[in-house]
């Protein structure tokens, strides 16, 4: 089983990143998908999360308005398109499986977790 993040890096503030979380050895289309994110110093915080079917969204308050997570089952991927980024939002950002959508912030929570990708918002 593999989640494999890629898209992270140095943006500016106000600036958009598209982040891509390719899965592998499982049967992605029936796993609600998440993004989970850790700031240096700071416990993880959950981000997103979608249904297995794409039907059912849920954002976290801080990024509700600016992110938008979608997933493509036909290429086993889960996308998170980040606009309007803040310095705040800067962290490694991390993909996570779940049977059930019941999203959470912990690596406990999740049957498959991906090794992160890096986000940094600065000017």
């Known amino acids: 089983v593999q989640l494999v993040e890629s898209g992270g890096g140095l943006v500016q503030p106000g600036g958009s990143l598209r982040l891509s979380c390719a899965a592998s050895?499982?049967?992605?289309?029936?796993?609600?998908m998440s993004w989970v994110r850790q700031a240096p110093g700071k416990g993880p915080e959950w981000v997103s999360g979608?249904?297995?079917?794409?039907?059912?969204?849920r954002y976290a308050d801080s990024v509700k308005g600016r992110f938008t997570i979608s997933r493509d089952n036909a290429k086993n991927t889960v996308y998170l398109q980040m606009n309007r980024l803040k310095p705040e939002d800067t962290a490694v950002y991390y993909c996570?499986?779940?049977?059930?959508?019941?999203?959470?912030?912990?690596?406990?929570?999740?049957?498959?977790w991906g090794q992160g990708t890096q986000v940094t918002v600065s000017s």
């Open positions: 979608i249904n297995s079917g794409g039907g059912s969204i």
């Open positions: 996570a499986a779940q049977v059930s959508f019941v999203p959470g912030p912990e690596p406990s929570d999740y049957a498959y």
């Open positions: 050895g499982f049967t992605f289309s029936s796993y609600a």
